[in-house]
C-alpha cells in the first residue's frame, strides 16, 4: 500500500490507543472535580476518531503518495544528514558531554551549507552560549563529560 495519508492515520490512531490506554491507569474522577485521567482520556479518544476519520477520507478520495511527499536528491541527502546528527547526539551525549555531542551533531548540520571554519566557529559559539545560559544562568544541569563541560 503506497497511500501514505493511510499510513500517517494508522500511526496517529496507534498512538492515540497508547495514550487512552495510558490515561486508564489515572482517576478520572478525584474528591474535588476532574481527575488527572479525565483531560488525557478526551483528547486520545478524540484522536482516535478524527484519526478514523482521516483514514477513510484517505482511502477514498484524498490518496497522499510517498514519492510525492518526501524529499529527493539534494534536499533528502539535507534531511538524512539532519536525523543522523540527532541521533548521534542521542547516543553520545550520555558519554561525551553535551558540550562535545552538540558542537559535532552542529557540525555536521552546518558543514554541507558553510565553509568549515564557519561552521567550526558557530558551533562552538553557539554550544558554549547554550552551555552556560542553561548549566549556569538557569540552573539547569546538562550532560557533563569527565572534564566537567
Known sequence: ???????????????????????????????????????????????IVLSVFYIISSMRKNRIMAGDVLPKG???????RIVLAVVLFIIFAPYTGFSIASMVVLLIVFLGEMKWYSAVSISLVTTTAVFIIFNHLLGVPLPLNSFGW
Open 1 to 47: 500500500m503506497k497511500n501514505l495519508g493511510v499510513w500517517i492515520g494508522i500511526v496517529i490512531l496507534l498512538f492515540g490507543a497508547t495514550i487512552f490506554w495510558q490515561s486508564l491507569s489515572f482517576d478520572i474522577y478525584s474528591e474535588i472535580g476532574p481527575g488527572p485521567g479525565l483531560f488525557p482520556m478526551i483528547l486520545s479518544a478524540s484522536l
Open 74 to 80: 539534494k534536499s533528502a541527502w539535507k534531511v538524512l
